[in-house]
């Protein structure tokens, strides 16, 4: 029921590369496998680049941002008006994820995929079907034709990032851990008080009430049971900003572009992508475990390792700048030691 | 029986900024707490530094190397030449650290603290008191006056650092993963079979060797009984550049310079310093959770709780180097965010 391209077949990893940078790897100044994780991760990013040179130099980041209906449900610790808020402290530099993308030479671009701000604002693409999703504990939160909007707005921010190494995907907007919560129980078969977190900060008893809103949600679309596609479950509980981020990884995968994986809503978007098209999956390299309850269901799901596990759970790709530079130092370890025989060090017998 | 300096008292960290820090964290624009571990990384540093604005732009590393004399009981994968040829390959700028030094804009010393080098080496400061430690196996490994000169070796070094913002102290030395579980095994108390690990990568019976050298070690030195004092235990199974260490950690604490702690060598002469000196303690800030059995117990002993665990067991201080992005980006969000106030975001509730 989405458009066509959705489901267009990504390029494979490249066999031959990945395994010319393992061969390389064992001739680096270092006991074989002693960098560990950065040596698997070197290799991964060759295959995934068909290069002998990974590289993680040009990572742009871009976030969306959209307005949740179910919200309504009193779901959230702040109040709705934070999102348009945040986009502006985005777009003036204040945020975190302002910070992390001067510090890590990144490009930051904010798209407005749906929030409820009624004029477009400064420094934001404003790129969006309607003001926000409907609140799905009454109704579909979005249409197909409004859905298949949010996919292309997706994919037409990756058109705009041009051929950079690895994108960065992040989100705001409040309420958007209950409609990933309800994505990923629903994608997963399990009850939503396995996938409902506190979010922004809820106390046990509004977590209890998340899991309520979206089990009854569930219900009433008739996405409680096995079977739903990912179509049906991505209008039902859906929102704006996670369609565009599902899209935007199908588009980057299919441009051969990796995809540092955020926290638990980007996660969410990475798995509705994955089920929507499998062949995206190599190109996701998940970045950290988010407190965020349910993240490691997903990430499960996704059978994705994550590099740091820092307590992080803000959101806004924060968690995945936060672990760019680990990318950055397994390259340049990749690309810049000496083998043994440059160096002249005996290996082992 | 160390030098006087050795034992006196390091300064306290402020209470006062470590507040204030924590104060300022909650009213950036983000749920409180949703930068998890990294805000209180900031916190910690600020009280350290005593400062507002914690900082982890200068930090130069400092490599110590030196030679065991035990290697003679087969106990390393690698050959003992190999220290020598690798502190040529990090001068040279073909290391794992050196290329880590280089993105990370960070100076990097080379210290030849007692290896088996004959002459003064180009671009290696020589500060040894003898070439290599003796065969432990056979009688102690360093006489207290070679112990004390390699602890000063550690002091001169910190000193020619001049103001850092922290330190990062790394180490080879074929043989030294021996050395250090000798020493963790009789600080800690334990059998060595729990501080034994595959080094540059012996197999498990590399293994159950090096376990045995060392409590056939430890008995001969009267050391596999309880009490034994940690001046005792270093001269008898220390090694050049761990003494090094171990008084570099000293003499940078005492300058309230905060120590990023590296793996499994490391880690084992901080709990030697926090055994001779527990007010240093403080200014050691734990970077990482090696692969190298016997890290996580040398770690939970110093109560230290490491960023980063990506199966690294390299050395050279590398992995303290991998983790230090994330100090740097913890100080620019603590300094770099907008408050709710500024940025006009609304609080929660």
Chains 1, 2 share one sequence.
């Not at 809103?213 to 039902?236: F, N, R, T, W, Y």
Request: glycine fraction near 10%; aromatic fraction near 4%; charged fraction near 15%.
């Amino acid at each position: 029921m989405f458009p066509d391209w959705v489901y267009q077949q990504c390029p494979e990893i490249s066999a031959t590369h990945r395994a010319a940078a393992f061969a390389h790897q064992a001739q680096l100044t270092k006991p074989a496998g002693s960098l560990g994780r950065l040596e698997q991760l070197a290799c991964d990013l060759a295959g995934l680049q068909q290069t002998e040179k990974p590289r993680a130099a040009n990572v742009p980041i871009i976030i969306f941002a959209g307005d949740h209906g179910v919200v309504a449900q009193g779901v959230s610790a702040y109040p709705q008006e934070v999102t348009v808020a945040m986009m502006a402290n985005f777009a003036a530099g204040g945020a975190a994820i302002s910070v992390l993308a001067r510090e890590l030479g990144s490009s930051l671009e904010v798209v407005d995929a749906g929030t409820l701000a009624q004029s477009p604002m400064p420094g934001i693409v404003t790129d969006k079907p309607r003001h926000g999703s409907r609140d799905f504990s009454k109704e579909q939160a979005l249409t197909p034709d409004e859905a298949a909007f949010a996919l292309e707005c997706g994919e037409r921010a990756v058109a705009r990032a041009g051929t950079p190494d690895l994108l960065i995907f992040g989100e705001m907007g409040i309420g958007n851990t209950t409609a990933s919560a309800a994505i990923a129980a629903a994608l997963l078969g399990v009850g939503a008080e396995r996938t409902a977190g506190s979010g922004t900060g809820v106390d046990a008893e509004g977590r209890a009430l998340k899991a309520r809103v979206i089990d009854q949600a569930l219900a009433l679309h008739g996405l409680a049971k096995p079977g739903a596609s990912a179509e049906s479950i991505l209008c039902a509980v859906g929102g704006l900003e996670i369609m565009a981020i599902c899209g935007a990884i199908i588009a980057a995968a299919q441009r051969r572009i990796p995809i540092l994986i955020d926290g638990f809503i980007v996660s969410a978007a990475a798995l509705a992508a994955v089920r929507l098209n499998p062949s995206c999956r190599a190109f996701l390299v998940a970045s950290h475990r988010s407190a965020e309850q349910g993240h490691h269901l997903v990430l499960g799901a996704l059978n994705a390792q994550p590099l740091i596990d820092l307590d992080l759970r803000l959101g806004e790709g924060s968690g995945a700048a936060i672990a760019l530079p680990l990318l950055r130092l397994a390259c340049a370890l990749h690309n810049g030691m000496a083998t043994f025989g440059e160096a002249n060090v005996p290996d082992r017998a």
